[in-house]
């Protein structure tokens, strides 16, 4: 595999390169695509998954705002497995500006976005962990969608169509016949190997990375690299989204999502150089907590699970303004006509709420200058796992003698996909996940249908290790599976595992007190005291 011909090249497996890879195969476009990491490694995996209703822009940014409401119906029914259709609720605290509720209401009005007004006993009705001292409360429909399971669903569907996809590869260079691009140089990181791959058009959908990439291009762009961190605690504290209803800043929502709630997020501009070495600091902590906290006084009483961040890759197209001021618009840059650079597109800003929408943008450039008539049809086709509406306990009573919560977690997490992993074989109901319900054939499915490399390639595709155990009872057992699958020899399932511990490890350590020291102490004894993992030696480097 050292040299590949295809007509589209895609840089990038966030969800916006997923969904390219998908639009574009869809429309019966030879496209591949590249990404260094994992799918959903980048800024995809690093948000709170907010299904955006559209009202958090609806006052200040109503092009956002539409878009929102119209990709939210869309996703709705076309990922219906990675989608939770929970509800959202803005509620004003009684040091918020009141006037703000009905500036919201008139805006959401106008957006199109069904907002409604609710009596305070209504919304702690139906949220009773929210503060009871809210003044105010709106409902509207916001949802929550996992970002994982989203992209890899995108990838799935192409791949299964005739689709490409290179994980764990580096584009190094950009391939370039006097001024237009013909492809790209890239390292794969696993087989420690170079590779080349040409084609008509290359897609930069790097996300904040996408500045790089036009640096290879010899074009420029530049990013407004915004970090935003967020937490996560250690059970599901809400069942509906929360948001504060104020203008957007540090510490106003708590988003639930599987088996977790999670606090988000703060807004810091940092250099571009910085992001690669993302930190969260100890005061952004402390204001999602006590921010957190006055949402729902339960946040006091919860363990927080670890801390994370990401940047937000928005474009600099306006100069001198704040992050959290900056458009979330879409950026479709055709580097022909802007910097007479033939061959290369590429795509940025926008939301993971947006990627679909994205991608059709971006395919309808690529179709366009390929000839290619067909039009874009991901808003009609369900992914894999949605082709139809879960009827939970229809499905349930189907696989007799599998406990419920299997079946549950399992369908949950693959939707109608289920039946391609909870097969006859008893084996397969082994649980190797408590935290999280993963068994040993949801594992197999997934190393042998999911592109996994590595334990961390795993738990973005099943959770495994993302519950409040954070990986200390299962992740050994995954590294097993691993040699027992044949996805891994026994001295690389060691490495994997301690990377993926190494990996768990740096979302734990800024929020090590209380519990959390406890229960990390007692991992360290497990896997240093019991197995002497640290003295393993170190893996080759290619990863
Ligand atoms: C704190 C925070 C909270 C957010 N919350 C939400 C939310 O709740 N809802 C919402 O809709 N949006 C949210 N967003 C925005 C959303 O996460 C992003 O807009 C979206 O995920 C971007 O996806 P992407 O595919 O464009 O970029 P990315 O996911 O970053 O994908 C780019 C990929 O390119 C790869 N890459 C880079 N360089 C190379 C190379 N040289 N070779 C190969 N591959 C390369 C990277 O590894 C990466 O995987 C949030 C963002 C942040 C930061």
């Known amino acids: 595999m050292n040299y590949i011909e295809t007509q589209a090249i895609i840089i990038g497996g966030g969800a916006t390169g997923a969904g390219t890879l998908r639009d574009l195969t869809l429309r019966g476009i030879n496209s591949v695509l590249i990404e260094k990491n994992d799918i959903a490694s980048g800024t995809t995996g690093r948000n709170h998954g907010l299904l955006h209703s559209g009202a958090r822009y609806a006052v200040k940014d109503l092009e956002s705002a539409t878009e929102c409401i119209a990709e939210n119906r869309i996703l709705k029914k076309i990922a219906r497995h990675c989608v939770e259709d929970t509800g959202g609720l803005f509620v004003t605290l009684p040091e918020d500006d009141p006037s703000y509720h009905g500036k919201l209401l008139a805006s959401c009005k106008f957006a199109g976005i069904p907002a409604h007004e609710l009596s305070t006993k209504e919304a702690l009705a139906l949220e009773p962990n929210l503060n009871p001292d809210i003044l105010s409360a709106i409902r509207v429909p916001d ?272 939707g109608q996909r289920v039946h391609n992993i909870l097969t006859k074989d008893r084996k397969n109901y082994g649980l190797i996940c408590e935290c999280e319900m993963v068994t040993a054939g949801e594992i197999e499915y997934a190393l042998k249908n999911l592109n996994v490399k590595d334990i961390v390639d795993l738990r973005r595709r099943t959770r495994i290790g993302m519950g409040p155990c954070q990986g200390e009872l299962c992740s050994y057992r995954a590294a097993g599976l691993f040699v027992e699958f044949e996805a891994a020899g026994a001295k690389d399932a060691n490495i994997m595992l301690k990377d993926f511990l190494e990996e768990r490890w740096k979302g734990i350590k800024p929020i090590l007190w209380g519990d959390s020291l406890r229960e990390t102490e007692f991992t360290y004894w497990i896997y240093q005291g019991l197995f002497g993992l640290g003295d393993i030696p170190e893996g080759d480097g290619k990863k």
């Not at 669903?153 to 590869?169: K, M, P, Q, Y």
């Not at 033939?342 to 929408?357: E, S």
């Not at 000839?371 to 696989?399: A, D, N, W, Y």
Request: proline share 4%; charged share 25%; glycine share 10%.
């Open 143 to 414: 949802g929550t969608i996992d970002p994982f399971r989203l992209a890899s669903a995108n990838v799935l569907d192409s791949t299964e169509r005739g689709g490409r996809i290179f994980t764990h590869c580096d584009v190094k260079s950009l391939i370039k016949e006097g001024s237009a691009v013909k492809g790209v140089q890239c390292y794969d990181r696993v087989k420690g190997m170079d590779f080349e791959i040409r084609g008509d058009i290359v897609v930069n959908a790097a996300g904040v990375w996408g500045q790089h990439i036009c640096g290879l291009a010899g074009v420029e762009l530049k990013m407004f690299p915004s970090k935003g961190s967020m937490v996560i605690i250690d059970y599901r504290i809400n069942n509906i989204v929360v948001n504060r209803c104020r203008v957007p800043a540090d510490g106003d929502i708590i988003v639930p999502g599987d088996t977790v709630s999670i606090i988000g997020t703060t807004s810091k501009k940092i250099e571009y150089n910085e992001i690669e070495r993302l930190i969260v600091d100890d005061d952004e902590i402390e204001v999602l907590l006590a921010d957190g906290e006055k949402l729902i006084p339960h946040v006091s009483k919860t363990r927080v699970l670890r801390a994370y961040c990401g940047v937000r890759p928005l474009v600099d197209i306006s100069g001198d303004i704040k992050g959290r001021d900056i458009s979330r618009g879409i950026v479709l840059v055709d580097h022909e006509e802007r910097d007479s650079t033939g061959g290369f597109i590429t795509i940025a800003g926008g939301k993971l709420m947006t990627y679909r929408l994205m991608a059709e943008m971006t395919a309808n450039l690529v179709a366009k200058k390929l000839k290619v008539k067909k039009k874009c049809s991901t808003h009609r086709i369900p992914l894999p796992g949605s082709e139809k509406k879960i009827q939970p306990m229809k499905q349930i009573k189907k696989f007799t003698g599998i406990p419920g919560s299997v079946t549950g977690s399992t369908l949950y997490r693959h």
